[in-house]
């Protein structure tokens, strides 16, 4: 039993995105491993079209909740294109995907300060989160 008096263990306050981090790319390995196990590798645009599957459209609402509350409006449709122009996604998924940021709220997010920008990071989480809607299709 911890005495009271001990201090509180010096955890970086980054070792919980990091972690965080990690275990997004181990899951992009994961989905990765089971195409190529399924005997398909995944083709560009790697999301053709939102799947409507149960349980897609929360998927959906917390990847853009991500880009979002992380880089505003106007980054994560700059990312949308993005991932467009790399073959992410389809015109159809990324219209789509615009149609339901459009149901955000950016009021008070930033507090009159400017949104981050994405980084690679953001970039490889968002590649999970197209991989995950891919596996659901």
Known sequence: MADEEDPPLD???ESG???FRLGQREELMKLQTQFMSS???PEKP???SLPTRYGAEVVVFEWLDF???KAGFANTDAALDYYESVDWLSPE???DLRSYMHGFSE???FDGEEPDDLDTNDHV???VYVARLASLA
């Open 11 to 13: 955890v970086p306050e």
């Open 17 to 19: 995105e990091e972690a």
């Open 39 to 41: 005997g398909r590798l």
């Open 46 to 48: 790697y999301l053709e």
């Open 67 to 69: 880009l979002v509350e």
């Open 93 to 95: 998924a990324h219209e």
């Open 107 to 109: 009021v008070d997010r």
């Open 125 to 127: 989480l968002s590649l």
